[in-house]
């Protein structure tokens, strides 16, 4: 199920990921949710929407990374 707001993202990258991460991580799953449609495209029995995930996650790792004390911050250039 794709994203139409950052408010429609599940409560765990509400809640760890800035604004602009939550961004990220929308654009990346719902470009990936299209992407996979097809399940030969999937690896193994994983879901569209464990796919999806995985990418979003992927994606939003490129340009922030997670401190020790959990909270997620861009990365310096």
């Keep these: 199920m794709p994203y139409q ?10 809640d760890d990921l800035p604004p602009h991460g939550q961004e990220i991580y929308k654009e990346a799953f719902n ?9 030969e495209k ?3 029995d994983e879901t569209r929407e464990e796919v999806s995930h995985k990418v979003a996650w992927a994606a939003v790792k490129q340009q922030y990374r997670q401190r ?3 909270k997620w ?4 250039a």
């Design 5 to 14: 707001e950052r408010s429609d993202l599940p409560d765990f990258v509400q």
């Design 68 to 70: 020790d004390d959990g």
């Design 31 to 39: 470009r990936a949710w299209e992407e996979y449609e097809d399940v």
């Design 73 to 76: 911050v861009k990365k310096q």
């Design 42 to 44: 999937r690896k193994d």
